[in-house]
Protein backbone atom coordinates (compact mmCIF):
# COMPACT_ATOMS: atom_id res chain seq x y z
CA UNK A 1 0.00 0.00 0.00
CA UNK A 2 2.80 2.59 1.30
CA UNK A 3 4.28 1.84 -2.39
CA UNK A 4 1.36 2.12 -4.03
CA UNK A 5 1.16 5.34 -2.17
CA UNK A 6 4.37 6.61 -3.41
CA UNK A 7 3.45 5.49 -6.82
CA UNK A 8 0.15 7.88 -6.87
CA UNK A 9 2.44 11.06 -5.43
CA UNK A 10 5.00 10.41 -8.00
CA UNK A 11 2.20 10.87 -11.06
CA UNK A 12 -0.33 13.18 -9.63
CA UNK A 13 0.73 16.33 -7.69
CA UNK A 14 4.67 15.72 -9.08
CA UNK A 15 3.35 15.58 -12.57
CA UNK A 16 2.04 18.92 -12.35
CA UNK A 17 4.83 20.89 -11.04
CA UNK A 18 7.05 18.99 -13.18
CA UNK A 19 5.51 19.70 -16.75
CA UNK A 20 5.48 23.59 -15.91
CA UNK A 21 9.40 23.41 -15.26
CA UNK A 22 10.43 21.13 -18.03
CA UNK A 23 11.14 22.94 -21.40
CA UNK A 24 10.34 26.65 -20.02
CA UNK A 25 13.63 27.58 -19.67
CA UNK A 26 15.57 29.95 -16.97
CA UNK A 27 12.07 31.68 -16.24
CA UNK A 28 9.91 27.93 -15.43
CA UNK A 29 13.42 27.12 -13.35
CA UNK A 30 12.71 30.36 -11.64
CA UNK A 31 9.46 30.06 -11.20
CA UNK A 32 9.55 26.73 -10.00
CA UNK A 33 11.78 27.76 -6.78
CA UNK A 34 9.24 30.81 -6.28
CA UNK A 35 5.99 28.46 -5.87
CA UNK A 36 8.43 25.85 -3.72
CA UNK A 37 9.66 28.21 -1.41
CA UNK A 38 5.92 29.79 -1.01
CA UNK A 39 4.51 26.58 -0.63
CA UNK A 40 6.55 25.32 2.31
CA UNK A 41 6.27 28.96 3.82
CA UNK A 42 2.77 28.72 4.83
CA UNK A 43 2.80 27.78 8.60
CA UNK A 44 3.13 23.98 9.33
CA UNK A 45 4.00 23.19 5.51
CA UNK A 46 3.50 19.93 4.75
CA UNK A 47 6.17 17.30 4.37
CA UNK A 48 7.10 16.07 0.78
CA UNK A 49 6.26 12.30 1.06
CA UNK A 50 9.45 11.51 -1.59
CA UNK A 51 11.81 13.16 0.87
CA UNK A 52 10.33 11.11 4.30
CA UNK A 53 10.56 7.72 2.16
CA UNK A 54 13.91 8.98 0.72
CA UNK A 55 14.65 9.25 4.56
CA UNK A 56 13.15 6.77 6.37
CA UNK A 57 12.22 3.82 3.98
CA UNK A 58 14.28 3.72 0.98
CA UNK A 59 17.74 2.35 3.40
CA UNK A 60 15.78 -0.53 4.08
CA UNK A 61 13.08 -1.25 1.19
CA UNK A 62 14.25 -2.27 -2.15
CA UNK A 63 11.44 -1.37 -3.76
CA UNK A 64 11.00 2.27 -2.02
CA UNK A 65 14.15 2.71 -3.17
CA UNK A 66 13.65 2.20 -6.72
CA UNK A 67 10.69 4.42 -6.58
CA UNK A 68 12.65 7.22 -4.63
CA UNK A 69 15.31 7.61 -6.98
CA UNK A 70 13.33 7.01 -10.18
CA UNK A 71 11.37 10.18 -8.80
CA UNK A 72 14.89 12.08 -8.07
CA UNK A 73 15.54 11.46 -11.92
CA UNK A 74 12.40 12.72 -12.90
CA UNK A 75 12.89 15.78 -11.29
CA UNK A 76 16.58 15.97 -12.85
CA UNK A 77 15.29 15.29 -16.05
CA UNK A 78 12.84 18.15 -15.53
CA UNK A 79 15.88 20.47 -14.69
CA UNK A 80 17.66 19.50 -17.93
CA UNK A 81 15.20 20.19 -19.94
CA UNK A 82 14.83 23.41 -18.68
CA UNK A 83 18.00 24.14 -19.72
CA UNK A 84 18.26 22.54 -22.83
CA UNK A 85 15.77 24.87 -23.96
CA UNK A 86 17.21 27.82 -21.99
CA UNK A 87 20.67 27.12 -24.04
CA UNK A 88 18.83 27.39 -27.21
CA UNK A 89 16.71 30.25 -26.87
CA UNK A 90 19.62 32.18 -24.81
CA UNK A 91 18.08 32.60 -21.77
CA UNK A 92 21.09 30.57 -19.60
CA UNK A 93 24.14 31.57 -22.10
CA UNK A 94 25.42 32.49 -18.39
CA UNK A 95 25.40 28.34 -17.31
CA UNK A 96 27.91 28.46 -14.77
CA UNK A 97 29.00 24.74 -15.05
CA UNK A 98 29.82 23.74 -18.47
CA UNK A 99 27.78 20.31 -18.30
CA UNK A 100 23.53 20.94 -18.10
CA UNK A 101 23.57 17.89 -15.97
CA UNK A 102 25.21 18.60 -13.51
CA UNK A 103 23.61 21.78 -13.39
CA UNK A 104 20.54 19.71 -13.53
CA UNK A 105 21.75 17.85 -10.58
CA UNK A 106 22.54 20.53 -8.27
CA UNK A 107 19.28 22.36 -8.49
CA UNK A 108 17.92 18.48 -7.74
CA UNK A 109 20.22 18.64 -4.81
CA UNK A 110 18.84 22.11 -3.79
CA UNK A 111 15.31 21.34 -4.32
CA UNK A 112 15.29 18.40 -1.26
CA UNK A 113 17.61 20.36 0.60
CA UNK A 114 14.96 22.86 0.45
CA UNK A 115 12.25 20.51 1.45
CA UNK A 116 14.19 19.11 4.11
CA UNK A 117 14.93 22.47 5.55
CA UNK A 118 11.24 23.84 5.44
CA UNK A 119 10.23 21.17 6.92
CA UNK A 120 12.53 21.52 9.81
CA UNK A 121 11.67 25.60 10.20
CA UNK A 122 14.02 27.66 8.04
CA UNK A 123 12.55 31.03 7.41
CA UNK A 124 11.67 32.33 4.02
CA UNK A 125 14.31 34.42 3.62
CA UNK A 126 16.65 31.66 4.29
CA UNK A 127 15.21 29.67 1.74
CA UNK A 128 15.09 32.05 -0.65
CA UNK A 129 18.76 32.31 -0.09
CA UNK A 130 19.47 28.96 0.03
CA UNK A 131 17.74 29.06 -3.61
CA UNK A 132 19.71 31.99 -4.83
CA UNK A 133 23.04 30.49 -3.75
CA UNK A 134 21.78 27.22 -5.93
CA UNK A 135 20.34 29.07 -8.68
CA UNK A 136 23.41 31.23 -9.38
CA UNK A 137 25.57 28.24 -9.04
CA UNK A 138 23.80 26.90 -12.24
CA UNK A 139 23.85 30.08 -14.35
CA UNK A 140 20.53 31.32 -13.53
CA UNK A 141 19.49 34.78 -12.96
CA UNK A 142 18.79 35.01 -8.59
CA UNK A 143 15.10 35.62 -7.45
CA UNK A 144 14.28 38.93 -6.82
Not at 114 to 135: D, E, F
Request: aromatic share 6%; proline share 6%; charged share 20%.
Amino acid sequence: LYRKALDRYSRVPVTHLLGRLEGGGAQAVRNFFERLIAYQSRPQPPACFMVAAAIELAPRDHGVRLRVNEHFRRLEAAFFAAFADGKSDGALSGLSLTDPRAAARLLTSATLGLLVSARGGMPPGTLSQMANAALLGAGVRILD
